[in-house]
């Protein structure tokens, strides 16, 4: 086995060779450069690599599950050798390719004319219904172009499965009645029915119709058809008929496509004017129906008058969210109300669901004229609703004749419906289409209220509290509301057979006819037998090519592979292909200048160096002599697209043509374009064509600056344009592409710009953009040509474009086009520079204009954050000028409907594009309170990122981000064992009250077997949003008042009042809430025990003063009034302050006692700095009680008593008696606090802290302010302290009283301390000692302690090296300048926090990776926290500046300055190479800008704060810095900020001591080695190191390197050698080496290196720390040194995290409460070893770390070999064969695990041995050690360590027939070089250095554990680690022995 050197940090897109078959794979990087059109070629792969390898170059970031769905297809399709197959996202495109729209079917019979009414001849629903659709279907030619299907009766047992028996039954029994007066009387029992005797043969016949078409459309023998049968069915019931229906057809084959066919996702629309309250019923549990109906409802008055029609019926159980309801509340509904539902809810809801068939409940009584519904719908309107669900579920749609009774529209709306599903093109409407109206509008925003806990797509409406109420005129809110007017009363036994629908007058009639007669001429189908596509294309345009760039982007090859898949593909042979030709001068002329006509003719004499020097003078453009001719033909062309289309002679048209145009200005080439042809095409249109609308959409990833400049001014032209933005640094980079930019004149308001704000947009992006924006208002343009400039540089594996859009996304979103302007869309080539993509891409969009079904997009399209704000913008803006946009409001937050709903919208990811998102299961966008299980160790959860170290499993789908919202802090997640549909969206349901684990996420699970197949949720999403839920809720925890009292037995000058005096004089008392003086009542809160102990005490002591009693129960009062008023929140925290008496213990113990009868949840920690006289009261009261924990500190003069109690304390494991002499030490206490008493309260995890203190601990003024600040974090400062005061120490108490008291109301004052020399003294080493011996077995947070293990020190009295050094150089007392107290002085420094941030350094952007971790947005997202938060006003905020020269100089060489000044002056493709020769770093323009602002306003900060204009401060700054080295850049750093602001610190404000704290997860390598040499600075790193295989990767990071020189000790590294660490970790290093040291060092000033990438979620760092813990961590460093912070952003690479984590360090600066931390907080044990080292190296030089005196030994000392596992620097390669020698003795090789003596297990046994590590293992490490090197003259040597055991192991199967061919070659691609064997199936495939199609294998058959042919070594892809354990022993044999010939030594 071999291991390589750590990976580099990057996105895992260049792997190191040698790793196991894990990752996606190293797509070579394509460059997007800023200007978007800067070339970069893919290094060329050698040869031999495979088919998939080659195609590298056009993947970007692909997500597992795309993989899968990809590798799935390659299996199992059968491949045309003329296609090469594809491995990448273009296979669903591939798919289609051969695809064409098949046969439109339709079923009738005659024989259901038999069905009338005998007693009402003119009856509605009567068979001429039936009649006038066939004839008018018949008249106008379209039954004869579809197939009939033959119409059955349907058979009993298919009723039946939707029906009763008893049903059936009276349906049948109506044949045989020919008596008029029975079948009256009969029907007269339901409501709306009559019978006739054919009626159960025409219901059976229409039944049987239904069911025999959706079997047609579901299994592909038809594309869609039309059951034109009667009588109508979706008001039947399972047992009742209604409404004149009597079978529901629609519900019945919808039940039979569920049950038959297995489809898993309906989606039924019923357009009836009438509610399908029968269909609902059916499907109202069921998730996989959606049903979704619009229907006249008039608040229930009209008929069914049910309120189960409503808006809020949503669905129940699992099918809750699957039922919508639009009530149409007003008659005269119009199109442009039926448009606004089919854009606003009906589309984005259904590509959302992503159905497998779209039934379509077609009721006609919605048309104009129809007396049912009373609305104004044109029938050309069905034919576009039609057509839009054309594009959903591969075209399958079925549409079922329900309603509609006025004859003349109804034959109409039925015929277009029939048109659209034949594929011709829908009629444009006539009556313009105007705002929707108020009652539609009410009725959608209500629905979307009800509806947006359960679907995503519902993100346009914003949110507003009803407490801040705007009021109820304002337009932008609007507040749902329900009504019902409908029946009340119940059911009634007769209904009415006659006479019940009111006949229209005459007059209205003829009205009626008149208008539909008027709208049938304008509006009615119109046959058009032309070609449907017209296409252009010449080959002569390909002359035009760069004379210097050979793979120039804008090559000839982009038309001509288009052309041949076209041609590849059949769409050429059924198009008609035209003659191009060459544009006129006039023409061309129509848009640009004369000028620069003469221009482009003159290249055409020019030289080629002539045309190379003159290009320069233009943005992005080459010239070639050839470039005029080409513009022409290019521009010429697609004119004659343009007049074939208008002219009729197509429907459609294609132009292949370059070069591009949308980029030419009218005087001046510019971005690959001369001619601005579509531009051209539009003049043309209207100027020579008569054309009077025409609408461009522009689709190029760049902003067509030349169209819009063209028509700006222009109304005839509606100018949309889709484009990345990036806030204007996209190409073309003019802030003319911004949304606010409309047009000007008579032009204004038909300019729309929709610029997308950050790479990655796909699909969900788009097509929200097209329901949002595009359609609604280009329907109310109502165009009459659409041109498209259609550049596809924005889809997935465009070199330039870095977005994500798919192939099928084009295609639909030309299939959506294709309904405007009867059809008539011409497509003009702009950009796409990716010649697959392209290919694909435009073949699609042919075939959407040809009417062939399109492939489904992917589920769950959910449109990412940034994409959200941008549309919302756009709709903000146009919404004056278009009134189709009218439904961007408010909706309440709360739930106004009393039904579980209201809270907003989802969230949404922001990091990663909504589509990539859309390809993993659902993104959790919510916090859980739920946690995860106990016995589930942090390796189980936390997910290894492919960033990480070396070796890599497959990239795994990271949630970027997931979007949280205090709103939703209540909701729950759920647990990882519910599961998600593999196959379709599930929208979310809503939490239950009833139902605690119930969730707003949780997908529905239906019972049919077809839903079953589920896939698991990723624990990681529920973990990070529970572990940000903390964070969310910290946004209402603000400081609350300090409440004080006190307690005085003498009145007039007695101590307390002096003290109280000192406080008014300092405005601290004003600044609380006083509290009268109260006893508490004797018989109330005076236990009888207590009283006695009290009365014994007295006694003994002969201390005893008159009444004591009464001065305990005023004590007990006074002090439990107190702490009631704290743990109801009415007080943040509180202090009670007393004269010396006796009572303060009894009175204390008393008022717990009383508040806890109270408060019966509460858990309490007694603080208790105590004296002898009550000795025993604590302990007495609350010996038996588990909710309060005791930890009393003595002082040693009553030390007799109680060290015999803590050798013998064993009752009680809750209370803890500590003996010392504390003396005036402050660094005693401090040691004291930190080592003991601190983990101990974690591990408790109370709600309040009560902390008591005798008048002998007032011992100096900082003690009482320095506790409270220690012990506040742990329970968000709910802390409430009691403080005896005496008259002789008044005035050390009335300081100590007064900074206590600043502390408790939140100031930054912090007292200055005098560091005490000498080492720590023996009375407490030994006290701590004796307590962590005596206590862990009841403590774990003592017995996994770093000092548990820590090797005895030698000499008792031995004095700190370090601490001598320090004493004699650095730390002398300083002379006061001024006559005030120290304490004074400190408490008028500064209180505030300043904070710097700039918007500049987002300039510092990836040309080649638009996903990279170190993104732009880290920065944005954490500041729109701080907004959120309320943060940022209360901060200073300071201007930011770049650092200078003189600045950096302090830290960085001149040539490394020198080097980053020359990046602004390099091509973007200079800059990607050269990126390549540093480690981990990607390059722009504007890196060394961005850098020197990052590292300046750290500086800003530093003089910010040294001028004490505030106490604290914040960078919020990019890019990170502590990676920097002197001459280097390194791990995405360029200056390092924080080293040059300490050099700063020292050299211009002339500081001593400066304390770098970096908890960063990667350790900072640069800071290290800038100051391992300084004893002025010292460096703490908390880091992940993994032996040294994390990056950076260098043994520089372990434990043992201490420093140089005189900063030998200075350089403190904390690394973890695992995953999974978490709060319990971290706290532990603080608590256990970095308080120590950092008190002991005194600094200052702190800088903190803040890192968040070992935050929950961080796809680098695999760790697991919260948002709470790093605010626990900031708050304890304002405790140390003179207390000035100073937080510098480094890493952290999830937004949402990162956001979180930076807000809660704010919030500690700013003095605000912290959320407590949760969970188990015992380290584990990785992490104790690590802790343990740590010390054993640096207890030397700091005393607070030399414990002297006997250790106990670790309850988990393991008797096997301990490795540090660390790189073995060697200098020579024999040295290190020797430590290798030496290191193998030590290991037992021959077995799995290490052998344990008896007298270890028996250890284990009795320690408890219920914690597991980190890794989830055993207690034991039982792994082996394998030494690992390349070759022995390697520099360095590496060692791995195995896991013994992994839960994949049962997976191993027996080696067929016991043997292995090493030398196989791949199964697959036949490669020989890089072979792995699976040990499930046994198949020989290649890793991913060929073409990973055993990363392929293991993904997807989850066969997880791999032998390596290459070195014997056994991966397990699940766990991420290598494996080794017996199981694997056999393979290992088998496979040795092939290749080696030799059975295999003891080591294998």
């Known amino acids: 086995m071999a291991e390589d050197k750590p990976q580099r940090k990057t996105s895992g897109r260049n792997p190191q060779r040698g790793q196991p078959p894990g990752g996606a794979g190293g797509a070579a990087a394509a460059v997007a450069a800023s200007d978007g059109k800067i070339k970069e070629t893919a290094p060329r792969e050698s040869g031999g690599v495979g088919k998939n390898r080659r195609l590298a170059s056009i993947r970007s970031r692909i997500s597992i599950e795309e993989l899968k769905n990809v590798y799935k297809r390659q299996v199992t399709l059968s491949q045309d050798d003329s296609v090469e197959p594809l491995f990448d996202p273009m296979a669903k495109a591939q798919e289609c390719l051969k695809v064409v729209r098949g046969k439109t079917g339709v079923v009738y019979c005659s024989q259901m004319t038999n069905h009338h009414c005998f007693w009402d001849p003119q009856h509605v629903e009567k068979p001429e219904r039936l009649l006038c659709i066939l004839d008018r279907c018949l008249e106008l030619g379209l039954l004869q172009e579809c197939e009939q299907l033959e119409c059955r009766a349907a058979k009993e047992e298919e009723v039946l499965n939707l029906h009763s028996p008893a049903h059936f039954g009276l349906l049948q029994t109506t044949s045989g009645i020919t008596d008029q007066d029975k079948l009256e009387d009969l029907s007269s029992r339901f409501d709306s029915v009559y019978f006739h005797p054919g009626t159960c043969k025409s219901a059976l016949l229409a039944a049987g119709g239904t069911l025999d078409l959706v079997d047609a459309v579901v299994s592909g023998r038809l594309q869609n058809g039309f059951a034109i049968v009667r009588p109508p069915g979706h008001h039947a019931m399972e047992s009742e008929f209604c409404g004149f229906c009597f079978i529901n057809n629609v519900a019945l084959a919808t039940r039979h496509a569920l049950n038959t066919h297995g489809l898993s996702r309906i989606l039924i629309v019923d357009w009836d004017v009438h509610h399908g309250q029968g269909t609902q019923q059916a499907f109202y549990s069921d998730p996989r129906v959606l049903y979704f109906s619009i229907h006249r409802y008039e608040h229930g008055s009209f008929w069914p008058n049910l309120r189960e029609s409503n808006y809020d019926y949503i669905g129940q159980g699992n099918g809750k969210g699957f039922n919508f309801n639009v009530p149409l509340n007003s008659t005269g509904m119009a199109n442009q109300d039926f448009l606004a539902i089919l854009h606003q809810v009906l589309l984005p809801v259904a590509y959302e669901f992503n159905p497998e068939l779209v039934v379509v409940s077609a009721g006609f009584d919605a048309a104009i004229g129809c007396p049912e519904g009373e609305m104004e719908v044109t029938p050309g309107l069905y034919a576009h609703l039609t057509s839009h669900l054309m594009a959903l579920a591969h075209g399958k749609v079925a549409v079922v004749l329900e309603g509609g009774y006025y004859l003349p529209s109804l034959a109409e709306s039925a015929a277009m419906t029939l048109s659209a599903l034949l594929g011709h093109p829908c009629p444009s409407l006539m009556d313009p289409i105007i705002q929707p109206s108020e009652s539609l509008q009410e009725a959608l925003l209500s629905l979307v209220y009800v509806q947006r806990p359960y679907w995503k797509c519902f993100q346009y409406q914003g949110s507003f509290s009803l407490e801040k109420v705007r009021g109820d005129s304002d337009p932008k809110i609007f507040t749902p509301s329900l009504s019902f007017m409908g029946l009340t009363s119940s059911r009634p036994l007769r209904f009415p057979t006659r006479d019940y629908i009111e006949p229209q007058t005459p007059e209205a009639l003829q009205r009626v006819d008149d208008k539909f007669q008027s709208l049938r001429q304008r509006e009615g189908v119109r046959l058009r037998l032309e070609p449907r596509l017209c296409l252009v294309y010449d080959e002569g345009m390909e002359l035009h090519h760069s004379l210097t760039e050979g793979e120039h982007p804008e090559r000839p090859e982009r038309i001509r592979r288009v052309w041949e898949m076209l041609c590849r593909v059949g769409v050429v042979e059924r198009c008609r292909v035209l003659q191009s030709r060459r544009a006129q001068r006039e023409e061309v002329e129509l848009v640009h200048t004369k000028e620069h006509m003469e221009f482009m003719y003159k290249l055409e004499s020019m030289d080629e160096e002539e045309l190379q020097i003159l290009q320069e003078s233009y943005k992005s453009v080459y010239l070639h002599p050839k470039t005029n001719d080409c513009a022409l033909l290019s521009a010429g062309s697609l004119l004659q697209v343009v007049e074939e289309v208008w002219q009729g002679r197509a429907r459609a048209g294609v132009g292949l043509i370059r070069p591009p145009g949308h980029h030419a200005e009218p005087d001046q080439p510019h971005g690959f374009c001369f001619y601005n042809n579509v531009a051209v095409a539009a003049r043309h249109a209207i100027h020579n064509l008569g054309c009077q609308r025409v609408l461009i959409v522009d689709w190029d990833v760049h902003h067509g600056n030349g169209i819009q400049h063209a028509f700006e001014e222009e109304p005839r032209v509606l100018y949309v344009s889709l484009h990345r933005y990036d806030h204007g640094l996209f190409f073309p980079s003019s802030e003319d592409a911004n949304f606010d930019r409309v047009g000007r004149g008579p032009g204004e308001g038909f300019t729309i710009n929709i610029p997308w704000n950050k790479s990655g947009m796909g699909d969900a992006e788009y097509m929200a953009a097209f329901t949002q924006v595009v359609l609604p208002v280009a329907y109310q343009f109502n165009p009459q040509l659409v041109l498209v400039a259609a550049g596809f540089d924005a889809a997935r594996g465009d070199p330039l474009g870095g977005c994500r859009t798919s192939p099928e996304c084009y295609g639909h979103m030309t299939s959506l086009l294709s309904g405007l302007a009867e059809g008539r869309a011409v497509l003009a080539l702009e950009g796409g520079y990716n010649l697959t993509t392209i290919s694909y891409c435009m073949t699609l969009c042919a075939k959407a204009l040809l009417g062939d079904p399109m492939p489904p997009l992917e589920a769950q399209l959910v449109p990412n954050k940034s994409a959200v704000q941008t549309i919302n913008d756009v709709i903000n803006t146009h919404s004056k000028y278009w009134s189709a946009l009218c439904f961007q409001v408010d909706l309440p937050l709360q739930d106004v409907l009393q039904q579980g709903c209201g809270g907003g919208p989802q969230g949404v990811d922001s990091g990663v594009s909504g589509s990539e998102a859309s390809l993993s299961p659902s993104p959790i966008s919510i916090p859980s309170p739920a946690k995860s299980s106990p016995d589930s160790s942090p390796s189980t959860t936390a997910t290894t990122s492919p960033y990480v170290s070396a070796p890599s499993s497959p990239a795994k789908p990271i949630l970027m981000e997931c979007e949280v919202k205090a709103g939703d802090v209540q909701e729950c997640l759920p647990d990882s064992k519910e599961t998600a549909s593999s196959v379709g969206a599930r929208p979310r349901t809503q939490q239950q009250k009833n139902s605690p684990n119930r969730t707003p996420h949780r997908p529905r699970q239906a019972s049919n077997q077809s839903v079953g197949r589920q896939r698991s949720t990723p624990k990681k999403h529920g973990k990070i949003s529970a572990a940000m839920q903390a964070a969310v809720a910290s946004q209402s925890l603000v400081k609350g008042p300090t409440g004080v009292v006190c307690v005085e037995r003498d009145k007039g000058g007695s101590p307390v009042e002096t003290v109280v005096n000192q406080c008014l004089a300092f405005d601290l008392w004003q600044a609380c809430s006083v509290l009268p003086s109260q006893p508490a009542m004797k018989a109330e809160v005076f236990p009888e025990k207590i009283l006695q102990h009290l009365c014994s005490v007295s006694v003994m002591s002969g201390q005893h003063q008159e009444g004591t009693g009464d001065v305990s129960l005023q004590v007990a009062g006074s002090v439990a009034r107190l702490l009631q008023e704290v743990l109801d929140g009415k007080f943040q925290n509180g202090m009670a302050l007393m004269q010396a008496i006796d009572g303060l213990h009894c009175g204390v113990a008393m008022a717990v006692y009383s508040v806890l009868g109270i408060h019966r949840k509460a858990r309490v920690v007694i603080v208790d700095f105590g004296n002898c006289v009550e000795l025993g009261i604590l302990e007495h009261v609350f010996s038996h009680e588990p909710r309060v924990l005791v930890l009393s500190v003595r002082q040693c003069q009553y030390a007799s008593q109680s060290t015999s109690r803590n050798k013998e304390r064993c009752s009680n494991f809750l209370n803890i008696d500590i003996n010392c002499n504390i003396a005036e030490n402050s660094r005693d206490y401090l040691t004291l606090a930190h080592q003991v008493l601190l983990p101990v309260v974690y591990e408790f995890q109370p709600d309040l802290v009560v902390m008591t203190a005798a008048f002998e601990w007032n011992i100096y003024p900082a003690f009482l302010s320095n506790m409270a600040g220690l012990f506040m974090p742990v329970t968000s400062d709910r802390l409430v302290m009691a403080v005896e005061i005496d008259q002789q120490g008044s005035k050390i108490a009335g300081e100590g009283i007064v900074g206590a008291l600043s502390t408790l109301l939140g100031s930054s004052w912090h007292p200055k301390m005098m560091l005490e020399s000498g080492s720590l003294r023996p009375e407490l080493c030994q006290t701590i000692l004796q307590v962590m011996k005596a206590q862990q077995g009841s403590w774990k947070s003592l017995r996994y302690h770093a000092l548990a293990s820590l090797v005895t020190s030698s000499s008792g009295k031995q004095e700190s090296l370090l601490l001598n050094r320090l004493h004699q150089q650095i730390i002398k007392p300083q002379e006061d300048v001024s006559s005030e107290p120290k304490e004074q002085q400190c408490l008028k420094a500064g209180q505030s926090v300043c904070l710097v941030y ?474 020989t070089s890089e072979n792995w064997c699976c040990l499930t199936c046994y198949k020989v495939l290649c890793g991913r250095f060929v073409a990973e199609h055993m990363l392929m294998h293991g993904v997807c058959e989850e066969h997880h554990l791999v032998l390596s042919f290459s070195d014997l070594s056994t991966w397990c892809y699940a766990c991420d680690s290598y494996v080794h354990n017996p199981a694997l022993f056999e393979a290992k044999r088998a496979a040795h022995l092939d290749k080696f010939g030799l059975e295999p030594p003891e080591c294998s």
């Open 1398 to 1871: 700039s918007e500049s350094m987002k300039e510092h952007i990836s040309y080649a990776d638009s996903t990279h971790p170190e993104c732009p947005d880290r920065i944005s997202c954490i500041f729109e926290q701080l907004c959120n938060f309320g943060i940022v006003e209360r901060c200073h905020r300071l201007k930011p500046r770049e650092a200078t020269l003189q600045e950096l100089e302090r830290v960085h060489s001149s040539r490394h300055i020198k080097f980053m000044s020359g990046l602004q002056a390099m091509k973007p493709s200079e800059l990607h190479h050269l990126a390549n020769s540093f480690d981990s770093i990607y390059l722009h323009r504007r890196t060394n800008h961005c850098a020197l602002l990052a590292a300046g306003s750290v500086l800003t900060t530093v003089d910010c704060v040294m001028s004490g204009s505030c106490q604290h401060g914040m960078a919020v700054v990019r890019p990170p810095g502590h990676h920097a080295e002197r001459n280097n850049p390194c791990g995405f750093c360029f200056y390092n900020s924080v080293g040059v602001a300490a050099q700063h610190a020292i050299t211009s404000h002339h500081l001593e001591r400066v304390l770098v704290l970096d908890w960063d997860v990667h350790h900072g390598n640069g800071t290290q080695h800038m100051f391992e040499s300084d004893p002025r600075v010292l460096y703490i790193s908390i880091h992940r190191y993994d032996h040294g295989r994390f990056f950076p990767g260098s043994a520089d990071a372990n434990y043992n390197r201490v420093g140089l020189k005189k900063g030998k000790g200075f350089n403190i590294n904390i690394p973890w050698n695992n995953g999974g660490m978490g709060d319990a970790e971290y706290l532990a290093a603080f608590l256990e080496v970095v308080l120590p040291v950092a008190t002991e060092f005194n600094p200052q000033l702190v800088l903190v290196s803040a890192g968040f990438d070992a935050a929950v979620g961080d796809p680098l760092g695999g760790y697991n720390v919260t948002p709470e813990c790093y605010g626990h961590m900031t708050k304890f460093l304002t405790s140390v040194g003179d207390g000035r912070v100073i937080v510098a952003l480094e890493g952290g690479y999830n937004l949402t995290s990162i956001s979180y984590c930076m807000t809660l360090c704010a919030k500690a600066l700013l003095g605000d409460p912290l959320p407590s931390l949760s969970g188990n907080l015992t380290p584990c044990q990785n992490a104790v070893d690590s802790l343990t080292s740590v010390v054993g190296a640096h207890c030397k030089f700091w005393s607070s770390l030399n414990l002297k005196g006997k250790m106990v030994e670790s309850p988990r000392k393991q008797n096997s070999f301990k490795s540090t596992q660390r790189p073995i620097s060697s200098t020579t390669s024999a040295q290190a064969v020797d430590e290798l020698a030496a290191s193998l003795c030590q290991v037992n090789i021959g077995e799995a695990s290490p052998r344990r003596t008896q007298t270890e297990e028996k250890k284990e046994e009795t320690s408890g041995g219920e914690l597991e590590g980190a890794c989830g293992g055993s207690h034991e490490d039982s792994t082996t050690t394998l030494i690992l090197s390349e070759c022995l003259g390697a520099q360095e040597l590496y060692a791995v360590v195995p896991v013994s055991w992994c839960p994949h192991l049962e997976e191993v199967q027996p080696v067929p027939d016991g043997t292995l061919s090493t030398s196989s070659a791949c199964e697959e691609c036949h490669d």
